[in-house]
């Protein structure tokens, strides 16, 4: 029909924090410091210091930016043995709006 179409506010809430997500740091000129950059996730190699380290980058850059819209609960990064190179990253969140408990996952 032409006419642009919008989002409701739970997509556009995880579109943000997909924004966050994938946006690597020095990649916006005003906001130097925004961003996660989780792609380099998928070249670093695969442990247990990677999976602390990511899961500590991901829920600071989400409550540094989107704090006044979204509690972190928890940060869980995951990959199937054997399949190391995919790497699953699931955030919980609750929305303070709406107090409502939300899931993401990610597979990168």
Do not use: C, K, M
Not at 14 to 35: A, C, K, M, S
């Amino acid at each position: 029909s032409g006419a642009p179409r919008t989002t409701g506010p739970d997509d556009h809430l995880r579109d943000l924090i997909l924004q966050v997500l994938f946006t690597n740091p020095g990649e916006r000129v005003n906001l130097p410091e925004f961003g996660a950059g989780v792609h380099q996730l998928v070249f670093a190699p695969n442990g247990n210091a990677l999976r602390s380290s990511a899961q500590f980058l991901i829920s600071t850059n989400l409550q540094r930016w989107l704090g006044d819209r979204i509690n972190v609960n928890q940060v869980g990064i995951t990959s199937v043995p054997g399949e190391e190179e995919a790497v699953v990253i699931e955030i919980v969140y609750t929305v303070l709006a709406t107090q409502q408990r939300q899931n993401l996952q990610v597979q990168l």
